[in-house]
């Protein structure tokens, strides 16, 4: 059966997700993922991609079923799909340019969709006829966050989710006078606020050994929107220094991502958190240091509150630095603290 264009976009869709994910073969959960991201594309984006007038109109329509069905299951599509990467984790294979082609889980998969197809008369397969077979699937992981990501209504500013309230610590703004008294921020911060601001990083990692330095920048940044609070919107951002306790929440054997993913959802749904993270990169194997890295951007992708956190020079050098593919979807700034030279006695 042949598949109709929304779908046939969001099988590329879905062979990116796997390549991203560092997975030989696309996995269900990535094209669950690639469905939710179909669902968000406009009609005049379709447009462009799509040059036929008429082809075009019909791939709006799936489109909007598609969206439709979505969002009558209140699906929260960002949440999901931040929990489905934290879910797999990483899949340890290095992509050279190779072919994606689809594991014996997804070809199963199609072949149940096609089958749903035919028994409705459909002369094509359609983006719902999948996403439906993957809500009744016996795939564990898919079919049952499926069911549990609904949208979560707004949080009030003033109230803290349980996660962040156990694992995470509010660090003071710096005063009032250093919010509303004018001053010349630090390069330092100037970085972290234009990384921010902009939207070109969700995830920003702070390259210095200086614990104390790093958690004044951030402290400063947050500062420094709440001063330019008309310009962009909202007020001064709260900061919280997140525990290593967090990893308690994971059971045995899970990464660190699933319980920061989980942190990441609930502090998504209150307006204006900073979470920030001073010792979240151990110096410790290579595995599983480059493990951790990896687990940070996946349960950071997508939305969220920003996430900033700490990272030893050596252990970014030997870890991330040469690593392409990791410094195009993350920001890295390097801090160094100023120290003023003693004046001499005598010149």
Same mark, same amino acid.
């Given at each position: %059966?042949?598949?109709?264009?929304?779908?046939?976009?969001?099988?590329?869709?879905?062979?990116?997700?796997?390549?991203?994910?560092?997975?030989? /073969?696309?996995?269900?959960?990535?094209?669950? %993922?690639?469905?939710?991201?179909?669902?968000?594309?406009?009609?005049?984006?379709?447009?462009?991609?799509?040059?036929?007038?008429?082809?075009?109109?019909?791939?709006?329509?799936?489109?909007?079923?598609?969206?439709?069905? !979505?969002?009558?299951?209140?699906? *929260? #599509?960002?949440?999901?799909?931040?929990?489905?990467?934290?879910?797999?984790?990483?899949?340890?294979?290095?992509?050279?340019?190779?072919?994606?082609?689809?594991?014996?889980?997804?070809?199963?998969?199609?072949?149940?969709?096609?089958?749903?197809?035919?028994?409705?008369? $459909?002369?094509?397969?359609?983006?719902?006829?999948?996403?439906?077979?993957?809500?009744?699937?016996?795939?564990?992981?898919?079919?049952?966050?499926?069911?549990? #990501?609904?949208?979560? $209504?707004?949080?009030?500013?003033?109230?803290?989710?349980?996660?962040?309230?156990?694992?995470?610590?509010?660090?003071?703004?710096?005063?009032?006078?250093?919010?509303?008294?004018?001053? /010349?921020?630090?390069?330092?911060?100037?970085?972290? %606020?234009?990384?921010?601001?902009?939207?070109?990083?969700?995830?920003?990692?702070?390259?210095?050994?200086?614990?104390?330095?790093?958690?004044?920048?951030?402290?400063? $940044?947050?500062?420094?929107?709440?001063?330019?609070?008309?310009?962009?919107?909202?007020?001064?951002?709260?900061?919280?220094?997140?525990?290593?306790?967090?990893? /308690? /929440?994971?059971?045995?054997?899970?990464?660190?991502? #699933?319980?920061?993913?989980?942190?990441?959802?609930?502090?998504?749904?209150?307006?204006? !958190?900073?979470?920030?993270?001073?010792?979240?990169?151990?110096?410790?194997?290579?595995?599983?240091?480059?493990?951790?890295?990896?687990?940070?951007?996946?349960?950071?992708?997508?939305?969220?509150?920003?996430?900033?956190?700490?990272?030893?020079? *050596?252990?970014?050098?030997?870890?991330?630095?040469?690593?392409?593919?990791?410094?195009?979807?993350?920001?890295?700034?390097?801090?160094?603290?100023?120290?003023?030279?003693?004046?001499?006695?005598?010149?």
């Amino acid at each position: %059966m042949k598949l109709t264009l929304p779908l046939g976009l969001a099988w590329r869709l879905a062979a990116g997700e796997a390549i991203a994910g560092d997975f030989k /073969e696309i996995q269900p959960a990535h094209l669950c %993922m690639a469905l939710l991201k179909a669902s968000e594309i406009t009609g005049s984006d379709l447009q462009k991609i799509i040059a036929d007038p008429s082809a075009s109109a019909n791939a709006v329509q799936e489109i909007d079923e598609l969206r439709e069905l !979505i969002e009558a299951r209140r699906v *929260d #599509s960002t949440r999901l799909r931040r929990r489905l990467r934290a879910a797999l984790g990483n899949g340890g294979h290095v992509h050279a340019g190779d072919i994606v082609h689809r594991s014996k889980e997804c070809k199963a998969l199609f072949e149940a969709a096609v089958e749903l197809a035919e028994r409705r008369g $459909a002369e094509a397969l359609r983006t719902h006829h999948v996403l439906e077979t993957l809500v009744s699937s016996s795939v564990p992981t898919v079919s049952r966050l499926l069911r549990e #990501s609904p949208k979560h $209504a707004p949080v009030p500013r003033d109230v803290l989710p349980p996660l962040l309230t156990r694992h995470a610590t509010e660090l003071p703004a710096g005063g009032t006078a250093a919010v509303d008294k004018p001053h /010349e921020p630090s390069p330092a911060c100037r970085a972290l %606020m234009e990384a921010v601001g902009n939207g070109s990083a969700n995830t920003v990692f702070l390259v210095t050994d200086d614990c104390e330095f790093a958690g004044q920048v951030v402290r400063e $940044a947050a500062n420094g929107f709440g001063r330019n609070a008309d310009r962009i919107g909202g007020g001064t951002p709260r900061v919280f220094e997140v525990s290593e306790t967090i990893a /308690e /929440e994971c059971p045995d054997r899970t990464p660190l991502g #699933s319980a920061l993913a989980d942190l990441l959802e609930e502090a998504a749904q209150v307006h204006g !958190i900073w979470l920030y993270l001073s010792s979240a990169v151990p110096d410790a194997g290579d595995g599983e240091t480059r493990s951790r890295i990896d687990e940070i951007h996946r349960a950071s992708t997508n939305g969220g509150p920003v996430l900033i956190c700490r990272i030893d020079p *050596d252990v970014y050098k030997r870890h991330a630095a040469g690593d392409r593919a990791w410094r195009a979807r993350t920001r890295a700034l390097w801090l160094h603290r100023a120290v003023p030279k003693a004046i001499p006695d005598r010149l």
